[in-house]
């Protein structure tokens, strides 16, 4: 039977995400407040990109962009074949710092070409669009977070990425530190070890039992849960400034980690007065994304082509 679509552009507005949360790695991660919003339309013919903000004039803007690929390859879950499309992104998640950007444009274009299908929910639902965004990604951490919002814990089966959430305890309070450098996901995953001393694996187990509980019940717990022994101080030479600044926040007794892959950092919770992070960091207090993505129909509106996020302007 031919694939019907419908008429009109779709948009979805998706979640920065914050993935291992120190003892978490590729399991762990949070929904932040800081949003790209993508629409969709389908056309007579080529594939046509546009992209304002975050990674304007770098992107490409034709089937090489990840948010098309995405779409192609829910498309052909959904045995579709679109003419063409339009694809228009105001992207305010920076890329290449551990904020899950390409998630979050991998989750848009899955999304996005699930909505375009008439009866795509039905062909792939919700547990089918996170195992192939987890797939597309290659880990489920981010993913998970970003359609689902809040607090999430992911894991693969061999039917492929699952993932629950939960709310996050009152008294959480994110805040990421930007660096200008970037730093990409998979170079800091060869950065890696193939194994790692059992005391460590150990350890670092128990502290993300213990993180599901900080970060759901008892945020005074978060920093000895955020203490991780599998992946930061490999990657800890790759991005020196970060791993400083972990440091001398923790020694302040903030809980902070490495967000996702770095450089960011993410503190889960306030720093002492007056704390100076020592260089020219971007500092953004963020929300948690309780609602994860978000799909309408139409195109992007005034607020939604506004590239700088309210309050991201320091
Ligand atoms: N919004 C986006 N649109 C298109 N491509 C993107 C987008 N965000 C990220 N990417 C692609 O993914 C790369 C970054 O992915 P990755 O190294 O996993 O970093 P991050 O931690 O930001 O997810 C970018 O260099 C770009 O190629
Ligand atoms: N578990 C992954 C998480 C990568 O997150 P990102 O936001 O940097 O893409 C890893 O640590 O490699």
Known sequence: ????????????????????????FDA???????????????????????VTGQG?????????????????AAFERLDARPTGLAVECV????????????????????????ALVTDGERRLDDGAVLRLAAELEGHPDNVAPCLLGGF???????????AVSREVAEGV??????????GLTAEARAALPATVPHGDAALTAGRAALLVHAITTDPTLLLPATVDRLHQDYRAAGMPATAALVRALREAGVAAVVSGAGPTVLALSDPPEGFDPGRDWQVWRLPIDVSGA????????????DPVAAGRKS
């Open 56 to 72: 304007a004039g770098e992107l490409p803007d034709d089937d090489r962009h990840l948010v098309v690929r995405s779409m192609r």
């Open 294 to 305: 978000r799909v309408a129909r139409g195109r992007l509106g005034h607020a939604e082509r």
């Open 152 to 162: 999430t814990v992911a894991w693969t089966e061999p039917t492929g990425a699952r």
């Open 28 to 50: 762990l991660g949070l929904a932040l407040g800081l949003h790209d919003d993508v629409s969709a339309e389908i056309v007579p013919t080529g594939v046509r990109v546009t």
């Open 1 to 24: 039977m031919p694939t019907n679509f419908i008429a009109g552009p779709v948009r979805v507005r998706v979640p920065a995400t914050s993935a291992n949360l120190g003892p978490g």
């Open 173 to 182: 309070r994110p805040t990421v530190y930007v660096p200008t450098e970037r």
């Open 91 to 114: 992207n305010r998640i920076p890329q290449a710092r551990g904020l899950g950007s390409s998630s979050a444009a991998i989750v848009a274009g899955v999304l996005l070409a699930r």
